[in-house]
Each structure stands twice: as C-alpha cells, then as structure tokens.
C-alpha cells in the first residue's frame, strides 16, 4: 500500500503510508467494511461524512464532520457523484488494503506462538 492521496473542496491531501493503520482503526470505530460496501449504491451521508472527516483531518485538513457531511450531499445532488465515489473508495483503500507494506513482518508471531493472545491456527494444540 502507497500513501492515499484524496482531494477535498480543490485541496489535494496525502494521507502517509504509516498512518493507515491508525486510520483503520478510527474509521473501524464508525463503521465495518460490509456496511460501506453498501455506500457505493446507497450512501449514508452521517456516517459517510465522518469516516471521510477522519481521513481528512489524519492527512491535515481543518474539517468538521458536519462539513464534510454537508460537501458529500451537496456532491450527490448536484450529480457530482464521482465525489461521494472518491470517498467511499479512499475508505476503502485503507480497509482493504490494511496493514502498510512498510510494517508487514513486524508484527508477526515466532514460530509456534500466537500473536497478541491470537489462537494459532497452524496448531492443534488448545490454547494455554
């Protein structure tokens, strides 16, 4: 995964590799990745509005949820759906992609051990 690079009222932003972890995991905090799949046909502006927000405010930009909520709808009505497209698209690049490339094997368990209390699924050994 490479930064994601998103633009919002004309203002290109760029939100960095490392920080897509974190992302996830505000974004998660809002919504699951089968309901936005959702979005792409039938948009739920609220929560939409704030998991764009969270993106944009990691990246920088001063915004409020209520604002971003606001741009999305009036993209939508007025027929600039590639918009609320680029939202739901930049969310989903964060969660489908997941961990950053730059961290992948990091985080992995030794040989035999199960990661963070994880059961490991090579064993059949129960769990200690």
């Known amino acids: 995964m490479s930064d994601i690079i998103f633009e919002f009222r004309g203002q290109t932003y760029r939100l960095p590799e490392s920080m897509a ?26 929560k939409l509005g704030r998991c764009t927000a969270i993106l944009l405010r990691m990246a920088g930009a001063d915004v409020t949820d209520k604002e971003v909520k606001g741009e999305l709808i009036a993209a939508y009505r007025d027929m600039r759906h590639k918009a609320v497209f680029g939202a739901v698209t930049a969310l989903h690049a964060v969660l489908f992609d997941g961990v950053p490339e730059s961290v992948k094997g990091e985080v992995e368990a030794p040989a035999g051990k199960a990661a963070a209390g994880k059961p490991n699924m090579d064993s059949l050994e129960p769990p200690s």
């Open 21 to 46: 972890f974190e992302a996830c995991e505000a974004i998660e905090e809002v919504a699951f990745l089968g309901e936005m799949v959702g979005w792409l046909t039938r948009p739920k502006f609220a």
